[in-house]
């Protein structure tokens, strides 16, 4: 596995994690997965697009909350297939449903700002 490969499942990982634990209630240990989710985002950053392309592997995650949260991170970046992702989900239930809602909210009326450019 690429150091690439490795900070795009720890993204996933603990994005999945993220969620879980915000089913089960546990709102401190859910920021904490928060926390190590944007770290490997951040990292994937500072390689500019070639990270950028790489989290876009997980559009085709087997969990929506992945796949939301990578496409709301890469709205700037994967506009056309980031917006299919989160109107997609945007029309179901769940907190996946709420977060692509919301991204896209924000994208629209200018207020989104996960990845400046």
């Given at each position: ?81 980031a917006t299919a992702i989160l109107e997609d989900a945007a029309r179901g239930q769940g907190l996946a449903a709420l ?19």
């Open positions: 596995m690429t150091g690439l490969e490795s900070l795009v499942e720890k993204f996933a990982q603990n994005t999945a994690a993220q969620t879980d634990c915000i089913l089960q209630g546990d709102a401190r240990a859910g920021n904490k997965h928060a926390e190590k989710a944007l770290a490997a985002y951040m990292s994937l950053r500072e390689r500019g697009d070639v990270g950028r392309n790489a989290l876009a592997a997980l559009f085709s995650h087997a969990r929506m909350d992945v796949r939301v949260t990578a496409a709301a991170f890469l709205l700037r970046h994967k506009t056309v297939e977060g692509a809602q919301q991204a896209l909210r924000n994208w629209q009326n200018g207020s989104w700002a996960l990845d400046l450019a």
